[in-house]
């Protein structure tokens, strides 16, 4: 089943939150502080919440400084959908030029400043993809964490993997 | 972001302990601050991170950004009192070992 589909799917003690997030660094503090309200009834163990904020913030941030350049007029969907299995997310911006195809893997042997972004997010997240389409310049990145029910005592699965 | 600049002009050694949440927002201030402090020749600086609750990639752009400079003007940087919490960014990207944190 795709995110989309789950995301769809109604599931029981989930909470969703859908907002309209503005493209100024500001706004990360806020995305930050509603993950951890929306999250606080589902028990996560606070490593696994700490990652997938990281992940969301890092998403966000990439809109915010590459697709708008700081621009605060500009702004972008952000949905997230938690539950007892899965941590669901899909942000959704205009940005004519993106091309999934062309993002670079960092070469963690000669840092550089940036380019950490989605590498980071990629490796919290167990699934991380990208859908442009042409025609209404409109970019759509979906995440998708499994919660397995050792995230309320244990530890996530996917990290540091890679 | 709050930070609090010590130095130690006999020991040739900076510190600068931050305070807050260090991601995008932050870092443009927070780099530009600690730069002008770098001065040329053997310094030692020390970025205390006890009280950072949160780092991003830009955050740990920045540091690398930081730490890159010194040595390049002849210094050395150490983090200090790294925090659990975003102890496993530094892991996930192998920063622990640019750092010297392992």
Redesign the interface.
Known sequence: MSIAQLMQEPRPRSTRLDLEIAGT??S??LV?RLLDTCTRHQRLQ??VL??V??AV??AC?NV??HAFQFDPTRRFGLNIQVSDRYFLVQLQYEDARFDPGTIPQ?D?NN????G??V??MR??MDVVEYATDPPTRTVTLRMMKRISPDDAGGQSEN??QG | MKIATKVDDKKRHVTFALEGELDVHQVKGLKSTISEAIVAGDWSYAIDLAKVGYLDSSGLGMLVYLKKEITRQGGRLQLLNVAESIRSVFQLTRLDEFFGLK
Do not use: F, M, V, W
């Not at chain 1, 840092?111 to 940036?114: A, C, H, I, T």
């Open positions: 660094s500001r990360l503090s930050r606070p490593q700490n990652d904020k990281l913030a890092e941030t915010i400084r960092p963690l840092l550089r400043e940036g950490l972004g590498y980071i490796h919290i990290r540091y």
